[in-house]
Every structure is written in structure tokens, then in C-alpha cells.
């Protein structure tokens, strides 16, 4: 076989990532552009009538190839930043949003579509190959296909102003992240802080050739101190540096002067230009065009929706709020309770009310534990198998972008290799926060010369940011996690499963391709409610010491806390979701109201925690202005609606099946009907007919302990 020696021209299989380095983007991105704009050009003249054969097939070919190439530089960037890398990425980036731009707004394919959707073939077509038209004409109004000439031109310069602000964005957030680290020498200030995250902290000042402990912004070091350390002033110095990350409070870099990392500029220009590409396409708001691929049917529909759920959680978070304080005030001394004193007083009141600590519960869950656990669940549920991949892939090693990263292979029952995912779960200083799920190959039917098919093997990636192994006293011990990120673990490969199981042969509505934002999350947020489960937890767990399963009696503690301060955390969800749909539906980017004075008017309505003057959340708000979510944040919400109405199927029919919640029934409809399906028809369509009726909010306000 041979082997393009540029490793991003390779589609043969999985992407070569030890061999590709930054002189490799630029050559390739310049050639599949040349490549795309031949095969486009070559079906915009042709004279034949369109048909799916001759016209979508090639573009789904050609853009596929696009796609894996700059998915592949994309997720280096995300997960192995460098300034070279960060570089050839920006300037690479306008190139592509332009040409994808470009093909939005081509009118001759737009007609194209419309012929195809208004020949007999159409009504030949699979249900997924018509929704893929439908979606196709939905999508170049949407890119500005209908816009005169000039206004064109001025929507192109708005989505590549709008992708270049989106990357400057999350760099200035990951720049001002990793400028941070405060050192501590003296042993009584570190005081309440677990042992493996000082010893962390001792590692990171010696690699400075420094004692004392070091400390970052990164979760697996900042959230530990906001819960544990008794030193209030250190509390107090990590919360206003996290809070103020890429705002003018960290605006340059003090040994340079010269980065500036304050992102509030770049979030007005953000509101500016996607308010006038809404203006030019005819909606009145950006809102509205976010919804056009959405469940929801209007902005107020979300806010109605919003506000619903906040009349009902916030009694509870006042109530959380109330039993906080006084706790606080009596046991703690502390009668006024800042925002980093949160962090700190729930965890004590939690101890205090249950007899358990977070960092208790994190020692029974290592990491050669939990993840074999997980595949264990949904090797039940869905009659699948899941093992590491082997080490040799066709010709070549199987290559990684950093040596922690992992790599399995799931079978279905035939013993049929299905889907392949990358794990890479620790945090680092060059990968931007958070976890994610994303697609590297995307499930589809290929064509061969001798007339038949393959089905190309979908493949994903699987990212966290998690507390890495450490040598303690000269033992190797695995990776620890807190059973929140067991939760975080479940919910992206919740989003795995519904990438790698698709039964859909149509690319663009297979697996999460085409599923409707507001529902793309319904089996992420599935997945975490067998984290409740002891016949899921009791299979996962084994003490890093004892080597003990997780004690019935603490699992138990920890049910009777699953809701501890639900309230509390209901109400901030639903205060970051009504910020995201007011910037986008009500706000006036041109006006004299500030994006922060919004945000306050939101935490009056709905917030029961009110955060110092110099909180600049709005800097670090990724989800809307780095990434997918604008007018769309909602989502959480939304498909935790569907998600905990979906397990209420599982827990209704527990109770006649031996295996419970893991009923592989259950199972294997959920899998048939909402992971298999992918975006291939409505996702209403898809929870009717696993449910059997439309959506109801009953299930999620008793998950979360809010019935009377």
C-alpha cells in the first residue's frame, strides 16, 4: 500500500498523529482545498439532473476527507497546544471557514438541492438520505445562499471574523490559565488538603527547583483546594485568579507586556457580528437562527421552559443556601460566607450530614477499575464487546498524540468490530479544559469497484482532564477519581456510544451528525444515572489500599446525598442558560447595558449565591463563545428532560427483570432507537417511539429530589 508521506493526506485508517507535526497542515489543508474546489466545480456544471449518485455523493466524498484532516489538526491543537501548532492552526483556520462558507452560500448546488428535492427520486430515497436534502436546504439558507451578491460577501467576512474570535478566545482562556501557579512553603497554609493533590503540588514545585507546594488553575488542583483547604486566604487568592481568567485583571503577560488575554472585547465583537449575520439572513436575533436546528421552536419557548424549571428548583436552592449559612455560622465560624467559602462549607456540611468525605469515596475508584466497570455496564445493555486495541494496525504501529492516551475496540455480538475511541483523560498545561466528546471517523457505507460495499468504522475521541498517576513513597498508584468525575467519565462516553453505535450508512446523519443540538446531549446525561446504581458501582470500585469494594453502607450515604444541594446547583445551570439566550435573543450589543450588567439582572431573578463585583464569568464561558453552544446552552436542560424521562423506562422495567436498571432489553431498544438512529430522523421521532409518548419533566424533578 502506499502511504502519503504526508500523514493528514492518509485516510486509510486511524490518523498517524506521532508522524504529523505543524509543516505538515499547511500542504495539506492547500491541497484538499484545490481537490474539494475541482470535484465542486465539476458538479456545479454538470448539466445532468441532479441526482444523489452524481451530486451528493461526491460532495460528502470530498468533504469527508476535508473534515478528517482538520478534525485531526483541531484536536491536536485542543489536546497538544504549542505556539508553532497554535500558529499554523490560526492561519490555516480562515481558509477553511471560508471554503465552507463558501459552498453555504454556492447558488448553483442550493438549486441543485432543490431539483433533487423536488425530483421522483426523492420519494425514492431512504427516510436518512431525505432528511440529509431537507437538512442541505435548511443549511444553505442558513449560510446565506438566498443573500444578494454584496451581502454575501459581507456574511463570509462575519463567519471568518466570528471563527477567528471563537480560536482567540480559547487560547487567551487557556494562556491566562497556564500563567497562573501560586506556590506555598509554609505546611500549615496547605492544611485540609488531600494528600495525593499536595503531593501533586510537591511534584510541580520541584520540576521549578522549589519547595513548597504549587498550585494551578487546572480543576484537578484548583477544585480540591475550593473544597478542602482550611487556609481561607489561600481559598480566597485561587478563586479571584480562576474568576478573573482572560479578563483585564490579567489583561498582559507580566514578563512581556505584551499578550493581551482579556476577552471581554472579543465577546462583544462575538454579540456584534452574530447579531448582524442574523440581521442580514432576515431573523431578528441570533436566537432564532440557533434554533432553526434545534428541538425548541423560539426563543421564549426556552425561556418559558427555563423559567418553569427555575419557579421550581429555586425554593430548594434557598432553601440549600439557608442550612448552608447557618452551618457555616455555627460550626465553621463563618457568619458571612463569600463565594470561595462555598466549596469549602458544602463539603464540611456534607461530611457532617452523611459521615462522608468526596475524598473518602475518590480512593475506591482507580482508574483500572472504573473503566472496566463502565464497559462492563454497557457491554450488558447492548450486547456489545469492548478490549484494547491491538498494538499493531494494518501496515503501521497504532500512533498516539501523547503516551497516556488509550485506545479500545468495540465488537457487537457477531464478534464484528463496530467503533474504535481514544482515551486521554489527564489533565496537562496544553490541553484546554473541560471534557469532550468529538468524532475523528464518521460511520458510513463506502462504494467499491466490484460493486459492493464496506461500512467504514466510526472512531472518536474521548477527552477529561482528571488527576493523573502518582508515585507515592516510591509505589506507582493509579489515577483516582472523585465520583463526580466518574459522573464526567459516563457522560462523554455517553456521547461515544451514540458517535460509535450508529446503525445509519448516511455520513451526515450518522451517529451525532444531524442529531438536533438541544437533544445531542439526551445520551450523555443518560449514561450518568447508572452512576446511582450499586449493581453498576459495585462492579467498579476496589479501594487503592485495601483493595476493598466500595462498603454497601457508604454507597448508601452517598444515595442519601445524591441530591445534597441539588437545588443550589439546578438554579446556577438555569442562570448560565438565561444569560446565553438573553445575550443572543433580547440584548443590545450596540446598547449602554454591559454583558456583565445582564448577567446580574439574571442572578437576581433566578440566583440564590451571589459572586464578588470582580467575578468575570462571561470571560471563561467557552461553551458560547468557543465553542457550539450560543442560544444553545439550554441544552443541558432540555435533554436532562428526555434523559432521566429515557431511564425511567429502565427503572419501571427493573423490577420484572433479574438483571434491574441493566435490563438488556431495555437496553437494546434504547440502542435501536436513539443511538442507532443517529440524526437520521427527528429526535422527538426517535425518544417517542423508545418511551412510547412525548417527553415529560416528572422524571428529572425526582432525580433531583424536587417532588413534594
Known sequence: MNTPSNPLLDFSGLPRFSEINAAHITPAIETLLIENKATIDNIRHDPQTPTWQSFVQPMVDANERMSRAWGQVSHLNAVMNTPELREIYNQNLPLITQFYAELSQDQKLFEKFKQLRASTEYE????????IVDNELRDFRLGGAELPPEKKQRFLKIQEALSEHASKFNDNLLDATNAFSLLIENAEEVSGIPEDVLHTAQQLAEKDGKYGWKFTLHMPSYLPVQQYADNRTLREKMYHAFYTRASEYNATDDKSGQKNWDNMPLINKILELREEEAKLLGYKNYAEISLATKMASSPQQVLDFLRELAAKAKPYAQKDLQELQQFATEQLNLP??????????????????????????????????????????????????????????????????????????????????????????????????????????????????????????????????????????????????????????????????????????????????????????????????????????????????????????????????????????????????????????????????????????????????????????????????????????????????????????????????????????????????????????????????????????????RHNGMTA
Not at 452523611?354 to 454497557?378: I, R, T
Open 124 to 131: 425514492t430515497l431512504s427516510s436518512a438520505r431525505k432528511k
Open 336 to 701: 458571612e460566607l463569600e463565594a470561595w467559602d462555598i466549596p469549602y462549607a458544602s463539603e464540611k456540611l456534607r461530611q457532617a450530614r452523611y459521615a462522608f468525605s468526596d475524598q473518602e469515596v475518590k480512593q475506591y475508584f482507580p482508574e483500572n477499575k472504573v473503566l472496566p466497570g463502565m464497559f462492563k455496564l454497557v457491554e450488558k445493555l447492548y450486547h456489545i464487546s469492548i478490549v484494547p486495541a491491538d498494538s499493531i494496525e494494518l501496515e503501521h504501529q497504532i500512533q498516539y498524540w501523547h503516551p497516556d492516551v488509550k485506545l479500545f475496540d468495540i465488537f457487537d455480538a457477531s464478534g464484528a468490530l463496530i467503533g474504535r475511541f481514544y482515551v486521554d483523560l489527564y489533565a496537562r498545561s496544553t490541553k484546554r479544559g473541560g471534557a469532550w466528546m468529538d468524532g475523528a471517523i464518521s460511520r458510513r457505507r463506502i462504494g467499491c469497484e466490484q460493486g459492493g460495499s464496506v461500512v467504514q468504522i466510526p472512531v472518536a475521541y474521548l477527552t477529561c482532564n482528571f488527576s493523573a498517576p502518582v508515585e507515592i513513597k516510591g509505589k506507582p498508584r493509579p489515577a483516582l477519581f472523585t465520583h463526580n468525575e466518574v459522573i464526567v467519565l459516563f457522560h462523554e462516553f455517553g456521547h461515544g456510544l451514540h458517535h460509535l453505535l450508529t446503525q445509519v450508512d448516511d455520513l451526515n446523519v450518522s451517529g451525532i451528525n444531524g442529531v438536533e443540538w438541544d437533544a445531542v446531549e439526551l445520551p450523555s446525561q443518560f449514561m450518568e444515572n447508572f452512576c446511582w446504581e450499586w449493581d453498576v458501582l459495585s462492579e467498579m470500585t476496589e479501594h487503592v489500599e485495601t483493595k476493598e469494594s466500595l462498603p454497601r453502607a457508604l454507597f448508601d450515604k452517598m444515595l442519601a446525598a445524591k441530591n445534597f444541594q441539588s437545588g443550589m446547583q439546578m438554579v446556577r445551570q438555569i442562570e448560565f442558560a438565561l444569560f446565553d439566550m438573553h445575550l443572543h435573543y433580547d440584548f443590545d450589543p450596540h446598547g449602554d447595558k454591559t454583558v456583565l450588567q445582564l448577567l446580574d439582572e439574571v442572578r437576581d431573578e433566578v440566583a440564590v449565591i451571589m459572586p464578588p463585583d470582580y467575578n468575570r464569568f462571561p470571560n471563561s464561558f467557552a461553551h458560547i463563545f468557543g465553542g457550539g453552544y450560543a442560544a444553545g446552552y439550554y441544552s443541558y436542560k432540555w435533554a436532562e428532560v428526555l434523559s432521566a424521562d429515557a431511564y425511567g423506562l429502565f427503572e419501571e422495567n427493573a423490577s420484572s427483570s433479574t438483571a434491574g436498571v441493566m435490563d438488556a432489553d431495555t437496553g437494546s431498544r434504547f440502542k435501536q432507537e436513539i443511538l442507532a438512529m443517529g440524526g437520521s430522523r427527528p429526535a422527538l421521532d426517535s425518544f417517542v417511539a423508545f418511551r412510547g409518548r412525548e417527553p415529560q419533566m416528572d422524571a428529572l424533578l
